[in-house]
């Protein structure tokens, strides 16, 4: 299994909804990543796990609180959400630290 | 800081050679990475250099120089279904496992 699994594809949420993001890799992978992607832009690292535990925040709002419940999820919870936050969310999971990363199809999420 | 920079779009006919460069100024550098993305796709990772010199892969290959903070991709008897985006990423030292993607090249394939 070299799948990285995100859940759901697509997400319609509005500004007052609260919703989550799920990742799933069964890799035995030690560090996992959230990232965000804009149309026609590089993937923009949001945040990363080693271990589960959280050891990089790139100054990302509130809004987004991530997750790490076991070495193989990795949630992203979402709350008050501006418009410009739609984008596709791309989770990443990677062997150990600097090993290549392995991406999910992602979750294209608008904010209406 | 980092700084990565590569060409926004590249054409280039079925069957030739294309070279895709990458320049990278950063704090602390640890390896860089290519990645190839597929239009509403997830990227797919190419090839990997941390140490000075020429990796190859098939039809990819991938060349780092460190001094110059400079990398390229070569990618030999291209195909139509190579038309995607090629992402350099650099990984960062200080550990936490830090990658930072390039702007990407929007390579097209034509007959």
């Known amino acids: 299994d070299t799948e990285v699994t995100q859940t759901p594809k697509h997400l319609v949420m509005g500004m007052t909804n609260k919703k989550s993001l799920k990742c799933e890799q069964h890799?035995?992978?030690?560090?996992m990543y959230w990232y965000k992607q804009k149309a026609k832009k590089p993937p923009e690292l949001m945040f990363v796990?080693?271990?589960?535990?959280?050891?990089i925040n790139e100054s990302v709002p509130s809004r987004f609180s991530p997750e790490c419940p076991n070495s193989s999820l990795l949630n992203l919870h979402l709350h008050a959400l501006q418009p410009e936050d739609s984008a596709l969310y791309l989770c990443?999971?990677?062997?150990?630290?600097?090993?290549?990363?392995?991406f999910g199809q992602g979750t294209r999420l608008t904010v209406v | 800081g980092q700084n990565i920079d590569q060409p926004t779009e590249m054409t280039a006919t079925e069957g030739a050679i294309v070279q895709i460069n990458c320049t990278y100024q950063?704090?602390?550098?640890?390896?860089l990475f290519w990645y190839q993305q597929h239009a509403g796709e997830a990227p797919t990772f190419l090839s990997y250099?941390?140490?000075?010199g020429l990796e190859e892969k098939g039809r990819f290959s991938s060349f780092l120089s460190r001094s110059k903070g400079y990398s390229y991709l070569l990618l030999k008897e291209l195909q139509m279904k190579d038309s995607a985006s090629y992402l350099c990423?650099?990984?960062?030292?200080?550990?936490?496992?830090?990658?930072?993607f390039g702007t990407g090249t929007q390579l097209k394939v034509e007959l």
């Open positions: 990443a999971s990677s062997q150990d630290r600097g090993q290549e990363a392995f």
């Open positions: 890799m035995g992978h030690r560090a």
């Open positions: 250099n941390v140490l000075d």
């Open positions: 950063t704090s602390g550098f640890n390896g």
């Open positions: 990423a650099v990984r960062h030292t200080g550990g936490g496992n830090k990658l930072t």
């Open positions: 796990y080693s271990y589960e535990k959280l050891s």
